[in-house]
């Protein structure tokens, strides 16, 4: 059974770091294209970056500035995305998926396999 599981998320003051850590079974993360999502509260599910299987590593708009790194263990079979200097508009639910493609909707995605989501918090 191919299952994701995030974990890392909490809360955190503005300025601050949080490692969110995606867990894969069922599948080795190393063989798919693992992604990072985020669904805050305009609800648009923004898509954070990608790893590919030769570890190229995509940063999408809005996320090219360096806060969000995303990383593989394959050892592992995790996939990590390190955020550092939060901010409030970094409040959202965060999601990884294989082959997750571009959902409007993070709680309904339409392609691949999704982790539950994990809460983040930043207060200013």
């Known amino acids: 059974e191919v299952k994701l599981t995030e974990s890392g998320g909490g809360s955190v003051q503005a300025g601050g770091s949080l490692r969110l850590s995606c867990a894969a079974s069922?599948?080795?993360?190393?063989?798919?294209?693992m992604a990072w999502y985020r669904q805050g509260s305009d609800k648009e599910c923004a898509k954070i970056a990608h790893?590919?299987?030769?570890?190229?590593?995509?940063y999408y708009r809005h996320f090219e500035d360096g806060r969000f790194i995303i990383s593989r263990d394959s050892a592992k079979n995790t996939v990590d995305l390190q955020m550092t200097s939060l901010r409030p508009e970094d409040t959202a639910v965060y999601y990884c998926?294989?082959?997750?493609?571009?959902?409007?909707?993070?709680?309904?995605?339409?392609?691949?396999?999704w982790g539950q989501g994990t809460l983040v918090t930043v207060s200013s």
């Open positions: 998926a294989a082959h997750g493609g571009w959902p409007d909707d993070c709680t309904r995605p339409t392609n691949g396999d």
């Open positions: 069922g599948f080795r993360v190393a063989d798919r294209e």
């Open positions: 790893i590919e299987y030769d570890v190229r590593v995509r």
